[in-house]
């Protein structure tokens, strides 16, 4: 299962790639606002650090003002990709993109109705939201589940992004899943590697190798 970092904060970006545990970076209209800097300043950056998929979001919301966007995004860099909400609009500029040859992350993805149709109108990604489902009551992983069993089912190019990953369960379910992506915060990463048991178990052997005879 590919990660992708769900940040625009360059320096969380840095942090996980330099483990070599990013292969792409997903950012939305509330991430990018939290950087206080302009939008393509940020995902320039990250782009120049990032080599895989970077999505940035388009705000229109008519069809030609996210075609307008996403032209002059995709311009900022090779790698980036499209972002556009599950609406009518949002198909229609997939489909049209997709025809252009710009990759597409179709977001917002709440239903397995909703899924299929962002996969046939040409998204290169879709991205459906765990945790806010699981906010609602609703068991928001097995909505990847599902999506796994349709893009297989019907031969669908589209990669799945387990999107609001919440806690390390999300990322361990989302790969159960099938899930051919993860998108995880940036502050989130650094506390899945940790585990109380393996600093327990360095502390142990660090005790150990104190009495070990060391040569004179
Ligand atoms: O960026 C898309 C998605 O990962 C947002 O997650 O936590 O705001 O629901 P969240």
């Not at 940020?42 to 996210?66: D, F, N, R, Y």
């Not at 179709?106 to 962002?118: E, K, N, R, Y």
Request: hydrophobic share 45%.
């Amino acid at each position: 299962m590919k990660f992708f970092i769900d940040s625009g904060n360059l320096e969380e970006i840095k942090r996980i790639h330099k483990l070599g545990l990013v292969d792409g970076v997903t950012t939305n209209p509330s991430l990018i606002a939290k950087e206080g800097k302009p939008f393509k300043e940020v995902i320039t950056a990250i782009c120049k650090t990032v080599s895989g998929p970077v999505s940035a979001e388009v705000i229109g919301l008519t069809v030609e003002e996210m075609i307008q966007e996403a032209e002059e995004l995709a311009g900022w860099a090779p790698n980036v990709v499209i972002k556009l909400p599950l609406t009518e609009a949002g198909l229609e500029a997939a489909y049209r993109l997709s025809g252009q040859g710009i990759k597409t992350n179709v977001t917002l993805i709440f239903s397995a109705a909703q899924g299929l149709m962002a996969a046939k109108a040409g998204a290169t990604y879709i991205s459906p939201f765990v945790g806010r489902l699981d906010d609602t009551g609703v068991n928001g992983m097995q909505l990847v589940t599902d999506l796994r069993k349709i893009m297989r089912e019907y031969g669908f190019a589209t990669e799945i992004i387990a999107a609001s990953i919440r806690h390390v369960g999300h990322l361990q379910q989302a790969a159960a899943a099938g899930a051919d992506i993860a998108t995880v915060p940036g502050s989130l990463l650094p506390a899945m590697w940790k585990h109380p048991l393996t600093d327990a178990g360095i502390e142990k052997f660090l005790q150990d190798w104190k009495s070990v005879p060391q040569l004179s």
